[in-house]
């Protein structure tokens, strides 16, 4: 499971005297990041993985959380085993034969590294910028 905290002290100085209820720009920003984060994983799991992997790719999902934090986690239907096959692939295990032994794949990895380059900042500007507009209606 991958934990998203966001620094939004320059959100904060931009809502500054208005009404708009801080608690949902930091919900939107965080939904933003988290969504990304799965679209991250899902491309590292198609780069990663030369095999079929539906059940894999539509696995992901995210919550975000009324403390300020999200969280992107594997989610199976019931009756799945998603998620030791999601531990397996990403770090990859040693099983009792050769056969039963795989590389890991590290797909986690490509999202943690995504969320945590900032490559989010301009959807997140562009939300606020939205949100603002909607109160001073520029």
Known sequence: MITIEYDDSEVQKALAGTSKSF???????LSIIARG???????????????????????FRYHVR?????????DGEAG????????????GYDGPTKRAQNR????IEI????AES???????????????????GK
């Open 23 to 29: 608690a949902s720009i930091r919900r939107k920003a």
């Open 111 to 114: 999202g943690r590294q995504w």
């Open 80 to 91: 799945s085993s998603i998620f030791p096959k999601t531990f397996g692939l990403n770090f």
């Open 104 to 107: 890991p794949h590290s797909f």
């Open 37 to 59: 984060t799965v679209k991250a994983i899902n491309a590292g799991i198609r780069e990663t993985l030369h095999s079929r992997s539906g059940e894999l790719l539509k696995a």
């Open 66 to 74: 009324k403390d300020g934090t999200a969280n992107v986690y594997p």
């Open 118 to 136: 900032g490559a989010y900042m301009p959807d997140v500007e562009k939300m606020v910028e939205k949100e603002l507009s909607k109160y001073w």
